[in-house]
Nanobody
Framework: QLVESGGGLVQPGRSLRLSCAAS????????IGWFRQAPGKERELVSC????????DYADSVQGRFTISRDNARGTVYLQMNSLKPEDTAVYYC?????????????????WGQGTQVTVSS
């Protein structure tokens, strides 16, 4: 089970930290992703972390502003979002895809959380 939290309404330029509690999962076995979807727009992969080696990727739109991290002891994944912009407004989802010899990406074909709303507005 994946449960996101930490969303809310925030002013432009401020920060939020999203959390994803991954109960029953060994995070080292998964590619851990944060996706987002805004109304009328396609779903976008914001960030991905490979659980086995910790390598990370970011969408160009958030590079340098967002940071993905995890706490294995707590079984929790985080997305630190700084310098938020109105265009970051979306529902944010945490995902897990099993890592294999042929699949190491956050494909969004595995487990999904229920999402948490982030609204950036003055």
């Amino acid at each position: 089970q994946l449960v996101e939290s930490g969303g809310g309404l925030v002013q432009p330029g401020r920060s939020l930290r999203l959390s994803c509690a991954a109960s029953g999962f060994t995070l080292d076995w998964y590619a851990i992703g944060w996706f987002r979807q805004a109304p009328g727009k396609e779903r976008e992969l914001v960030s991905c972390m490979r659980g086995d080696d910790g390598s990370t990727d970011y969408a160009d739109s958030v590079q340098g502003r967002f940071t993905i991290s995890r706490d294995n002891a707590r079984g929790t994944v985080y997305l630190q979002m700084n310098s938020l912009k109105p265009e970051d407004t979306a529902v944010y989802y945490c995902t897990l895809d099993v890592i294999s010899t042929i699949q190491r990406e956050c494909a969004g074909r595995g487990f999904w959380g229920q999402g948490t709303q982030v609204t950036v507005s003055s």
